[in-house]
């Protein structure tokens, strides 16, 4: 009876040891429950390694030694898919493409900014339209300006030339026209430095060459009619200086009645003479000879003689 209790005694460390070893065959169902952990660690960040091996060291007191079989297929699966597709293709490819769009919006920045639009062109285009028309606009008021102060000098210039000249050079006497070609000169010499100021606000080239040559022409004449006067007063023969009087009342009395418009030298210059009247042509024959215009005022042509030795026909009679 004394050797029972110590069987029982001995069998109990048996008991615990199936056990035990009941609890180290069932073991193997409850590590995936920690494997997920330690591959979830590594799938988030590299740093979870630490944390493997304490989690294997906490599980090498177990009796079994199943445990090397099943973590050296679980370490291999978790280490090449987290290692290789989380740090080679998620570091290399973003990093193309990242590039590779901005570098394809940097010429389609550069374009945008360089070219300009079809309204920019408009505006343009405009604007160029705008400034032509108010050039034009500004000229041909320039011009009408011109003409109109144009047209009153001339009608003042023709008054002077066709009025108080005219009663000046009939007036013989050398006293009386000593005393009344002053004021007369010193009207045309007015009208002069007028033609010449309004030389120098001339819009063009043909209105600038009327407007000098006025302005000459009206100190030839006042040079003139002073050479003539002088002739006049000292007895000599004035009358060999008057054609020159003529001739330079002529030319401008001829540019001042086209009107400011039309060339002085086209006005000035002498009607060109009209050609001859061209002669009456004939007719002429086939062979080049002029045909009588009127044959009838000849005479008849005389009888022909007889030829020698013809002898007219006798009669039947």
């Given amino acids: 009876m ?69 973590d050296q297929p679980t370490r291999e699966p978790t280490a090449e898919p987290t290692r290789a597709p989380t740090t080679q293709e998620a570091t290399k490819e973003p990093t193309p493409a990242a590039t590779s769009t901005s570098a394809a919006v940097a010429p389609v920045a550069d374009q945008d900014d360089g070219g300009l639009g079809p309204w920019a062109w408009l505006l343009l285009i405009g604007l160029l339209t705008g400034l032509v028309g108010l050039l034009l606009v500004n000229r041909d008021r320039r011009v009408a300006t011109w003409d109109a102060e144009a047209r009153g000098l001339a009608g003042e210039t023709r008054a002077v030339l066709g009025v108080r000249l005219p009663q000046l050079l009939t007036d013989l006497d050398p006293a009386r026209r000593g005393s009344a070609w002053p004021p007369v000169r010193d009207d045309l010499t007015a009208l002069e430095a007028r033609w010449t100021a309004l030389l120098e606000r001339v819009p063009d080239g043909e209105r600038q060459a009327y407007a000098g040559q006025v302005a000459g022409m009206l100190r030839d004449l006042v040079n003139a009619v002073d050479a ?50 061209e002669p009456a042509t004939r007719e002429t024959s086939i062979y080049g000879e002029p045909l009588d215009e009127d044959p009838g005022d000849y005479p008849p042509p005389p009888p022909r003689a007889p030829r020698p030795g013809y002898r007219p026909p006798a009669s039947t009679d």
């Fill in 2 to 70: 004394k050797h029972r209790p110590a069987a029982a005694f001995a069998l109990v460390p048996l008991i615990l040891g199936g056990l035990a070893a009941c609890g180290g065959e069932n073991r193997p169902e409850s590590l995936p429950s920690t494997r997920p952990t330690v591959e979830f660690s590594a799938e988030r960040t590299t740093r979870s390694t630490p944390t493997e091996e304490k989690t294997t060291e906490a599980t090498d007191p177990t009796p079994t030694r199943t445990r090397p079989t099943a």
């Fill in 228 to 277: 003539e006067n002088a002739a006049l007063a000292t007895g000599r023969d004035w009358r060999m200086l008057r054609p020159r009087v003529d001739a330079v009342i002529a030319a401008l009395s001829a540019a001042l009645d086209p009107g400011p418009a039309a060339p002085a030298a086209a006005a000035a210059a002498p009607a060109a003479p009209s050609p001859a009247p």
